[in-house]
């Protein structure tokens, strides 16, 4: 049974840095790509970013100024870090397994597990 | 305002059909593969349609997927109440190389 679980703290404070964690099991981490998502009070949802298990990345145009994205497959575990977080920031972050496929020619992204999802709040 | 267009809301009776569209452009819906989602408010979203047509096994015949052009279309029949809840499509935009999800469809089933 594949399972995601985000964690991390629920409240960050303006202007600092939001490090959450993603821990994989019931699976292989490799071949795969692995995306972090985001969804607002009462919005709809937004890709952060992905990265494939042999480390190579990709973050939304949007955000990529602020965004790291990384993995240790040693442990099954992916990580995000977004700085210089605003109340626009706070968010419903999800981590998921992508299955899809990305290509020169196109990219057909589909996310299959998602974790539960961990609320976090950007205030003073 | 997302880049992808869906209905705010759809509704529909027990037993009838529903489809829900997702309009969009070249660099993303007309030249890319569809995936949708469901979520029921409070909870993650379930994947039921990716590369626009396929079912995971897991998800009933009920739900269709369909492309046509720049639009794509999610098909459920046979609607029960357990499936109210808010329906998003999502694709890759080759202009933006970015994933987008469209701004999601909220199912009442009366």
């Known amino acids: 049974q594949v399972q995601l679980q985000e964690s991390g703290p629920g409240l960050v404070k303006p202007s600092e840095t939001l490090s959450l964690t993603c821990t994989f099991s019931?699976?292989?981490?490799?071949?795969?790509?692995w995306s972090w998502i985001r969804q607002s009070p009462g919005k709809g949802l937004e890709w952060i970013g992905y990265?494939?298990?042999?480390?190579?990345?990709k973050y939304n145009p949007a955000l990529k100024t602020r965004v790291i994205i990384s993995v240790d497959t040693s442990k099954n575990r992916l990580s995000l870090k977004l700085s210089s977080v605003t109340a626009a920031d706070t968010a419903v972050y999800y981590c998921?397994?992508?299955?899809?496929?990305?290509?020169?020619?196109?990219?057909?992204?589909?996310?299959?597990?998602w974790g539960q999802g961990t609320p976090v709040t950007v205030s003073s | 305002q997302s880049v992808l267009t869906q209905p705010p809301s759809v509704s529909a009776a027990p037993g009838e059909k529903v489809t829900i569209s997702c309009s969009g452009s070249t660099s993303n819906v007309g030249n890319n593969h569809v995936s949708w989602y469901q979520q029921v408010p409070g909870t993650a979203p379930k994947l039921l349609i990716y590369?626009?047509?396929k079912r995971p096994s897991e998800i009933p015949d009920r739900f269709s997927g369909s492309k046509s052009g720049t639009s794509a279309t999610l098909g459920i029949t046979g609607l029960q109440t357990g499936d109210e809840a808010d329906y998003y499509c999502?694709?890759?935009?080759?202009?933006?190389?970015?994933?987008?999800f469209g701004g999601g469809t909220k199912l009442t089933v009366l």
């Open positions: 019931g699976g292989s981490i490799s071949s795969y790509y």
């Open positions: 999502g694709t890759w935009d080759s202009r933006l190389s970015a994933v987008l």
């Open positions: 590369d626009t047509n």
């Open positions: 990265i494939y298990y042999s480390g190579s990345s």
């Open positions: 998921a397994r992508d299955r899809g496929r990305y290509y020169d020619s196109g990219s057909f992204p589909s996310f299959d597990y």
